[in-house]
């Protein structure tokens, strides 16, 4: 599958996540907003996101979470990533946008 270029896809909107974590998976509602490289948002009911896409990468953390969420843009309505505490791996995602 070829990369996406750099910034030709706006993250913006909601998106259905699908989260595995060791113990539980969690299926929360994302809703981003994009300018640029900065990337914001809501995750879920629980708190406010911050953090950045540059080019086909993207990484954000929730407020009130020490996790971090990095991953990919495979399409424009598809996200592939994985969670990380500090550097250990605790987990995988996806997203769709709704």
């Not at 490289?37 to 990468?57: C, F, N, P």
């Not at 843009?73 to 505490?85: F, H, N, P, Q």
């Amino acid at each position: 599958m070829a990369a996406v270029p750099a910034l030709a896809t706006d993250l913006s909107g909601r998106w259905n996540f699908d989260i595995m974590l060791e113990l539980k998976n969690l299926k929360p509602v994302v809703v981003f907003r994009q300018q640029g490289e900065k990337l914001e948002g809501d995750y879920g009911s629980e708190a406010a996101l911050t953090g950045w896409v540059k080019g086909s990468k993207l990484s954000f953390r929730p407020a009130s979470k020490t996790l971090v969420y990095q991953g990919d843009i495979e399409t424009a309505i598809t996200l592939k990533g994985r969670i990380l505490d500090g550097k250990k791996l605790v987990g995988a995602w996806t997203a769709e946008k709704q």
